[in-house]
T-cell receptor, first 112, second 118 residues
């Protein structure tokens, strides 16, 4: 079955440093979504990428979808304490427009 | 309230007992999903409804698990003869749905039901 892997599993950064998490799928994806889960909270939708090579920005967050549509990344510039949480990618396999398969997430800690 | 509601928030049950959880999705959303999440892991897909039809069910899902969405609105997830391995956060999510994969169909998750089997 489809597998979605994320690295790193944990990342500690000093406030103001940049952060990147990487997502790789075992199969080609029709699209990929990113979610943020704060400690004790539930996943919250951030963005969806659909096109090969697509890049989208939300303020300090930059999302990329690989050319082969099998990998993606999330980059946060100049992290803030409010960025703390676990970031999940979730891929929808080509041919299926229904369920998302979530990665195991990258837990970000920002030290003040 | 325009979010996804789940009830109860917490459930402690003895091994072997049956439990039922409820999810009220966003009213405009025709798709409803159940996921399970354990500590340090991403949400794991359980099942999916489009309106009242259950269209997908994880192959990993035991026969002890059943879900319904009788009128295409709220949904229930029942676990029969609970086991300690069923302890997890059970998340419900809803989204719009359709054939256009270019549309923004992000999931809206509820706060979850935390199940502890003792």
């Amino acid at each position: 079955g489809q597998q979605v892997m994320q690295i790193p599993q944990y990342q500690h950064v000093q406030e103001g440093e940049d952060f990147t998490t990487y997502c790789n799928s075992s199969t080609t994806l029709s699209n990929i979504q990113w979610y943020k889960q704060r400690p004790g909270g539930h996943p919250v939708f951030l963005i969806q990428l659909v096109k090969s090579g697509e890049v989208k920005k939300q303020k300090r967050l930059t999302f990329q979808f690989g050319e082969a549509k099998k990998n993606s990344s999330l980059h946060i510039t100049a992290t803030q304490t409010t960025d703390v949480g676990t970031y999940f990618c979730a891929g929808r396999a080509s041919g299926s427009a229904r369920q998302l398969t979530f990665g195991s997430g990258t837990q970000l800690t920002v030290l003040p | 309230d325009t979010g996804v509601s789940q009830d109860p928030r917490h459930k402690i049950t003895k091994r072997g007992q049956n439990v039922t959880f409820r999810c009220d999705p966003i009213s405009e959303h025709n798709r409803l999903y159940w996921y399970r999440q354990t500590l340090g892991q991403g949400p794991e897909f359980l099942t999916y409804f489009q309106n009242e039809a259950q269209l997908e069910k994880s192959r990993l899902l035991s026969d002890r698990f059943s879900a319904e969405r009788p009128k295409g609105s709220f949904s229930t997830l029942e676990i029969q003869r609970t086991e300690q391995g069923d302890s997890a956060m059970y998340l419900c999510a809803s989204s719009l749905g359709g054939g256009n994969v270019l549309a923004n169909y992000g999931y809206t998750f509820g706060s979850g039901t935390r199940l502890t089997v003792v």
